[in-house]
Nanobody
Framework: VQLQASGGGLVQAGGSLRLSCVAS??????VGWFRRAPGKEREFVAV????????RYADSVKGRFTISRDNRDNTIYLQMNSLKPEDTAVYYC?????????????????WGQGTQVTVSS
């Protein structure tokens, strides 16, 4: 699976961004977004299966971020609202060959190149 992420940028606190990730290649079952802030480990943001079911979010983004997909063009989205400076990070989309409700980062075998999100205070 090849993944191409885009949509990052610079935004003021309280603003919104929508990240996109176009997937191509073999089929996959789970998709997700992860992020790595400066000086920190990569962390989970949101996941769902390819049918759009089983959505799960990190507590830090719950109620502000929404993961979704458009199967017409194999695109995964991350709508980010009410952004905070602590959301500043490189955001990565990922895909997994299998899916289960407790899927974690190690289960994702395909990764996009990352897109930078910077939130100013």
């Amino acid at each position: 699976v090849q993944l191409q992420a885009s949509g990052g940028g610079l935004v003021q606190a309280g603003g919104s961004l929508r990240l996109s990730c176009v997937a191509s290649g073999r089929t996959f079952s789970g998709v997700g977004w992860f992020r790595r802030a400066p000086g920190k480990e990569r962390e989970f943001v949101a996941v769902m299966n390819w049918r759009g079911e089983g959505k799960r979010y990190a507590d830090s983004v719950k109620g502000r971020f929404t993961i979704s997909r458009d199967n017409r063009d194999n695109t995964i989205y991350l709508q980010m609202n009410s952004l905070k400076p602590e959301d500043t990070a490189v955001y990565y989309c990922a895909a997994s060959a299998s899916w289960h409700s407790k899927i974690k980062e190690a289960d994702f075998g395909s990764w996009g190149q990352g897109t930078q999100v910077t939130v100013s205070s």
